[in-house]
């Protein structure tokens, strides 16, 4: 069956809707982020500040090409991975892309800004975080469906999905 691929800013809900995907439907489950970890034994964090983004980026293509393969797979991506059109050709060869968006304030409160744990979001004040939304736009406008998280639970972005995910591919979910 066909991959369902998240996409969307940081802190919109990813990885969190992705795992409880993969529960209902009974996929695997990638999450880009936790391979790029694993591959390279170290938190995201300390691979931007001791290797540079384009080292993340170059690993994060790698990850995704070998994800895109994969069946029967929920794919949650980081917040950059459609910046690169090779990966997007990559993901939407065998996987429906959904776009998962919130708004600035929900961003705000679910990131941990100042944690550092995403290097890109660190210490930005909202409007920062506003810029850069709107920059990364055009990038997530690849997707096929769009659901906005900020006032929803996982489960009902995760319910909404699978009734996106059912009409494109006649999936029986009891
Ligand atoms: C990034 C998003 C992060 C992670 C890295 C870069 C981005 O993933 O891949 O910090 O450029 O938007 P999340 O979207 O899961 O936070």
Do not use: H, W
Not at 3 to 19: D, P, Y
Not at 88 to 110: Q, T, W, Y
Not at 119 to 134: C, G, Q, R
Not at 152 to 170: G, S
Request: hydrophobic fraction near 35%; aromatic fraction near 10%; proline fraction near 3%.
């Amino acid at each position: 069956m066909k991959n369902i691929v998240l996409i969307g800013f940081m802190a919109v809900g990813k990885t969190t809707v992705g795992r409880m995907l993969s529960d209902k439907l009974n996929f695997k489950f990638i999450d880009t982020d936790e391979v790029i970890e694993n591959k390279c034994n170290k938190t995201i964090q300390n691979i931007f500040a001791e290797f540079g983004e384009g080292y993340f980026r170059k690993i994060e293509s790698d990850v995704v090409k070998i994800a895109s393969s994969c069946t029967d797979t929920v794919i949650s991506c980081g917040g950059g991975t459609p910046k690169d059109p090779d990966n997007v050709r990559s993901l939407e060869k065998n996987g429906m892309i959904i776009c998962l968006k919130a708004d600035a304030d929900a961003i705000c409160k679910r990131a941990d800004i100042s944690s550092g744990i995403r290097p890109i979001l660190y210490n930005k004040s909202k409007n920062e975080i506003e810029d850069l939304m709107l920059k990364r736009q055009k990038y997530y406008d690849v997707a096929q469906y769009f659901v906005d998280t900020s006032d929803l639970t996982p489960e009902e972005v995760a319910d909404m999905i699978i009734e996106y995910y059912r009409k494109e591919t006649d999936f029986y979910v009891p």
